[in-house]
Nanobody, 121 residues
């Protein structure tokens, strides 16, 4: 089992920044990557970015490329999502997940509880 716990969500004005953290614990070696996703009310869960734990390779959704940066600290078993130039449409619950290096939410096995990000105009 792998436990994932997000933190760092909150309220910010448009144009502002937030950094989300995701602490992984348990059998973390069983998963090769950590991904970030979000879900807005009435919408499907959306892939944002993923990072491979060992190689550091990253992949992003086009919607956040250039504004969001994913990273990881292997020593702390923690991943991060730096979000810059936030827009009201970025308002959602943000989730981190552990699984294979993939942009498909269905392939991720372990999920956190989510953290709310609210961007006001």
């Amino acid at each position: 089992q792998v436990q994932m716990e997000e933190s760092g969500g909150g309220k910010v004005q448009a144009g502002g920044s937030l950094r989300l953290s995701c602490a992984a614990s348990g059998r973390t070696f069983s998963s090769s990557a950590m991904g970030w996703f979000r879900q807005a009310p009435g919408k499907e869960r959306e892939f944002l970015a993923t990072v491979h734990w060992s190689s550091g390779s990253t992949s992003y959704a086009d919607s956040v490329k250039g504004r969001f940066t994913i990273s990881r600290d292997n020593a702390k078993n923690t991943g991060y999502l730096q979000m810059n130039n936030l827009k009201p449409e970025d308002t959602a619950v943000y989730y981190c997940a552990a699984g294979p290096y993939s942009g498909t939410s269905g392939t991720y096995i372990y999920w956190g509880q989510g953290t709310q990000v609210t961007v006001s105009s």
